[in-house]
């Protein structure tokens, strides 16, 4: 006789964080003071702490790097993975940079650059080493550095900048491109007018600047203390000055969505008449417990940067990653502190005075809601084709690495990149550096191979290294860096030549930069989702609502590349975003978006689907949960929504293409995601599914541990009405 499986264990989520909300409320004091001391402890350490500087880049496993690593072992002191810098000079028309005049202002800017800096490897003449164009317009000044662009000094990048300017006024065009000039792009604007907007949002949606400025003030206490923790401990852990950067934005966004949703709970439970303790105490374990499940998620999909193998992604993915736990933590128990402190200016003046109207009447959530569900085929499928439509551009996205060529013209960069193609051709910008294992025989025989291929405008003679067992060849591709038939001229080489010979430069590195992204979607996507799915079906007890929220954001990513391809690729409304030029998307876009709206979109989901499940748990029917679920969180949901894409829209204004298309491609799919799938898809899926989308398989009921995110071991525990209600049958349908 066979026994019946056994319920698994568990204590209750919900009752375990509607103590720790209590008793954060109650011990306020204690609490605030362990957060501000943490804050202060970190910031002490970042201050205290050495100047960080870039971590290392490496790309394991490619053929570049391969060659990057023999480099620095047969030509040592030689900065192959420096920073370089190119000053280029224009004679003016029907003059020549060799005419003695303009010759005495080269080697005067040479002696400059030679003298400016002890991080300087070399500075080239260009007369010695034949760096003039045929026509003797243009000429330019090779300088090699021994370390890379993001550790050079500020001193190392004024002297190039100065020896620019004080050639300039001498009677030729001069500008300086190069990786030199590289730097992080500032942030702290584009952050502070987030911040400013999420503040009027904030205030629209509680009217009390007091529960406004509460998410706010969260929020930025978790960055502060994730961001100076890693500034503390960037040399230590090699985390270099970049790690911050996908942090501060992942931890800003997140801290005010958790602090927004438990004090948007706090207000509802204070409405239905609770005290302030119970109140905190109940939102915490309501809505908190959806933060930590939403918390996960995210914490999901940036650990599983680590899948692609780039160590500087892994370590900003796990950086990112422990700032949102910090946000989560912030939320479960300064926020029920503050609320504390804040008695009844937490609500707003109207509720205070008791003119404000009831909830139980319809609002703009409850009217979307019923117009869904009596049109849900409609609604679906208006909301799938738009989607589908703006997605049709991702077919053509060609992924790549964006050079100097698609900055803007107003930059010295782009004026040099442009200035070579004219006088050397395009190729010119983005030269290969073949390296070859073997003596001068094996390095001639790779000469005349690569002279047999087609694509290449020039092939220098080899160049051995001291032991004459090694030697370097530059190749000038005929076509700009990006182009695919650069690319093609990559793969030439390294399919004509044996395995002794590597190629590499930025050019190719950023080729295999860009196949290791491509290659790592797949599994990083089945990773995330996977697990998130596994995820979801615990919180929700249902098979077919985490299968719709994983459809809907695959769906929701992809029609933001098609957005991205749309505009940055084929220049589609360029000039309304500032698209001077336009070029391949950045190849870590994709990973980029998936990871980051990931987080947001299930952050979306969790918090809006958790409370029509509670209503289902409670009693309501399925058409009556939906209503429920949109009139307590459409509201607080949409006001989420808009924030973070007034935070990512404020990079789109940034010079830098780069952050630009970051800021443009995630503002694209949070709006896509909250307002198509989340609002329209979703309610109208679950309308046609009715009791089919609580579905779960008895066996898996079984053994899936009942984590009872909407709380419902809260209401048996305290004898509420209606809480000894027969529980629906999520089992049979």
């Keep these: 006789m066979s026994c019946p499986a056994p319920q698994w264990e568990y204590a209750p989520v919900a009752t375990f964080l509607y103590k720790l909300g209590r008793a954060a ?374 992924m790549g690495l964006p050079d100097d060529g698609v900055k803007s013209t107003a930059t010295s960069e782009r004026r040099a990149y442009d200035l070579l193609s004219d006088g050397f051709g395009p190729g010119f910008n983005g030269p290969l550096l073949v ?64 395995d002794n010979v590597l190629v590499t430069g930025a050019t190719a590195m950023n080729i295999d930069f860009s196949q290791k992204m491509n290659d790592a979607l797949v599994p990083y996507l089945a990773l995330v989702v996977g697990l998130a799915f596994v995820l979801l079906t615990l919180v929700f007890r249902s098979v077919l609502v985490p299968l719709k929220a994983a459809l809907g954001f695959l769906l929701s990513v992809v029609a933001a590349l098609g957005a991205v391809v749309a505009v940055f690729q084929w220049g589609w409304l360029g000039g309304l975003f500032g698209v001077e030029q336009t070029g391949p998307i950045m190849s870590m876009m994709p990973i980029f978006m998936v990871g980051v709206v990931f987080g947001l979109a299930m952050d979306y989901e969790v918090f809006l689907v958790t409370r029509m499940r509670e209503a289902y748990v409670h009693g309501e029917r399925p058409g009556e949960a939906i209503v429920t679920g949109f009139r307590h969180s459409a509201r607080v949901v949409t006001a989420a929504a808009v924030i973070m894409i007034a935070v990512f829209s404020g990079f789109i204004g940034m010079d830098e293409q780069m952050v630009k298309m970051i800021g443009f491609g995630l503002a694209a799919a949070v709006l896509f995601d909250a307002f198509v799938v989340r609002m329209a898809i979703v309610p109208a899926v679950l309308a046609l599914l009715g009791h089919k989308a609580w579905w779960l398989p008895k066996w898996l009921d079984r053994i899936l541990p009942n984590v009872d995110v909407e709380g419902e071991s809260l209401a048996k525990s305290t004898g509420e009405p209606g809480a000894g209600a027969a529980k629906p049958d999520l089992v049979k349908v």
């Design 435 to 498: 390296v070859v294992d073997g003596d001068k025989a094996a390095a001639d025989k790779t000469v005349s191979t690569i002279k047999g291929l087609d694509g290449w405008a020039a092939v220098t003679p080899a160049t051995p290294n001291k032991a004459g067992d090694a030697a370097m060849i530059t190749v000038i591709p005929k076509d700009r860096p990006s182009s695919t038939r650069t690319e093609d001229l990559v793969h030439d080489i390294r399919g004509a030549t044996g």
């Design 25 to 398: 409320f109650r011990r306020r004091r204690l609490v605030a003071l362990l957060w501000v001391a943490l804050l202060a402890v970190a910031g002490v350490g970042a201050a205290t702490a050495p100047t960080a500087t870039s971590s290392s880049f490496s790309i394991p496993g490619t053929e570049a790097q391969r060659a990057f690593d023999l480099l620095e072992e047969r030509f040592p002191g030689a900065g192959a993975d420096g920073a370089t810098a190119r000053v280029v000079f224009k004679a003016p028309e029907g003059q020549k940079v060799t005419d003695p005049a303009h010759k005495a202002v080269v080697e005067e800017t040479v002696s400059a650059l030679k003298a400016g800096s002890d991080q300087i490897v070399q500075v080239v003449d260009p007369y010695a080493a034949h760096a003039v164009s045929q026509n003797g317009s243009t000429a330019y000044v090779s300088v090699s550095y021994k370390v890379n662009a993001m550790e050079l000094t500020d001193e190392t990048r004024d002297a190039l900048k100065q020896a620019g300017q004080n050639a300039q006024g001498k009677g030729l065009t001069v500008e300086v491109g190069g990786d030199a000039l590289q730097t992080m792009p500032e942030q702290g604007a584009s952050e502070a007018i987030g911040i400013v907007l999420a503040g009027i949002v904030l205030v629209i949606t509680f009217g009390s600047l007091v529960a406004a400025g509460l998410p706010l003030l969260t929020a930025v206490i978790g960055v502060g203390i994730g961001v100076s923790t890693i500034t503390a401990l960037a040399n230590v852990l090699d985390l270099g000055t970049t790690t911050s950067t996908l942090a501060s934005m992942i931890g800003l966004a997140v801290g005010i969505d958790y602090a927004l949703f438990i004090v948007s709970r706090y207000r509802a439970e204070l409405a239905e008449g609770r005290t302030k303790e119970d109140a905190a105490g109940r939102a915490v374990g309501t809505a908190g417990s959806a933060v930590v499940f939403a918390g996960l998620t995210v914490v999901i999909a940036l650990v599983g940067l680590a899948v692609v193998n780039i160590p500087m992604l892994t370590k900003m993915g796990f950086a990112a990653a422990g700032t949102v736990v910090i946000a989560v933590l912030i939320a479960l128990t300064l926020i029920p502190a503050l609320l504390g402190f804040a008695g009844d200016k937490v609500v707003s003046r109207k509720v205070r005075k008791g003119t404000a109207k009831t909830s139980d009447k319809p609002n703009g959530g409850t009217r979307w809601a019923r117009f869904v569900i009596r049109r849900p085929l409609m609604v679906l499928i208006v909301g799938v084709l738009g989607l589908g439509a703006i997605a049709v551009p991702a077919a053509s996205l060609e």
